[in-house]
């Protein structure tokens, strides 16, 4: 399907050429598949059709994301996520972020997990459990953490791992968000909360899939509705709070819970 463009190129830079377009048709194959998969869900392909072996239509096989996880080299498989973030005044100035993710090494010896943290204002009393976290990574629109883990992980091994901080001036604004973005392959589950203050409970919410990475506008950079939306609820101590959560999310992507306030 490119021997013509493939023609044109020296032959030095032909084996280049044809790994680069390969790889960009196997990505655009597992977003074709992804999205035949939601078609089977909705009961809209009901014979379950998909691309299965290169361009060819068959019926798609159940997905197992940890041997997916394998074939991309991943080091860390996701077993379950929970982040919470709890606004603690009415004007945004004070929010508690706790992180739980449950990891799965499969390479032996890991020792050490990347954390981004992404928003306004200023991030403080970074804290992770267990092990100790390295000197902090100021980065565009946020900080990078690394986690280091005593003893490593031996492969195949489970553990919870913990993220504790403060985001100072981060939710100022009329209508706010929260990002997360599915960095390792994930089976499992994925929660997401918000605990608003009593004084000022959120008015409407929505929950946006795509978009681009520090992209800071709302609603922008190519944001899709997400079908599935946040459920109310209530805190401990009674305060309101919007919970979201998904199953097996995809890898790679973005999603963003919306509200105004």
């Not at 709890?86 to 954390?115: C, F, M, N, S």
């Not at 209508?175 to 390792?184: I, M, S």
Request: aromatic share 10%.
């Amino acid at each position: 399907m490119w021997r013509d463009e493939i023609r044109q190129l020296k032959p030095t830079l032909q084996d280049s050429r044809v790994r680069l377009l390969s790889n960009t048709f196997s990505a655009h194959k597992k977003i074709l598949n992804e999205r035949f998969r939601e078609m089977f869900k909705a009961s809209e392909n009901p014979k379950k059709l998909g691309l299965v072996k290169g361009e060819v239509f068959g019926v798609l096989e159940e997905e197992d994301i940890e041997s997916y996880a394998r074939k991309i080299k991943s080091p860390w498989l996701v077993e379950n996520l929970q982040y919470r973030v709890e606004l603690i005044d009415r004007k945004g100035r004070l929010a508690k972020v706790e992180k739980r993710t449950w990891l799965k090494a499969l390479e032996p010896g890991l020792q050490t997990y990347p954390h981004e943290i992404r928003a306004d204002g200023r991030t403080e009393r970074i804290e992770v459990s267990p092990g100790k976290k390295l000197a902090e990574e100021q980065k565009l629109g946020g900080v990078d953490v690394v986690q280091v883990f005593d003893p490593p992980f031996a492969l195949n091994e489970s553990r919870e791992v913990v993220l504790k901080f403060n985001w100072v001036d981060a939710f100022r604004n009329e209508v706010e968000y929260l990002v997360h973005f599915v960095r390792f392959p994930q089976q499992g589950k994925t929660r997401i909360e918000v605990v608003f203050p009593k004084e000022r409970p959120y008015k409407r919410c929505e929950v946006y899939k795509g978009g681009v990475a520090g992209e800071v506008s709302v609603l922008r950079g190519g944001l899709e509705l997400e079908k599935k939306k946040p459920e109310e609820g209530v805190a401990e101590d009674g305060r309101p709070m919007l919970r979201w959560e998904i199953e097996n999310p995809p890898h790679r992507e973005r999603y963003r819970l919306v509200w105004e306030w």
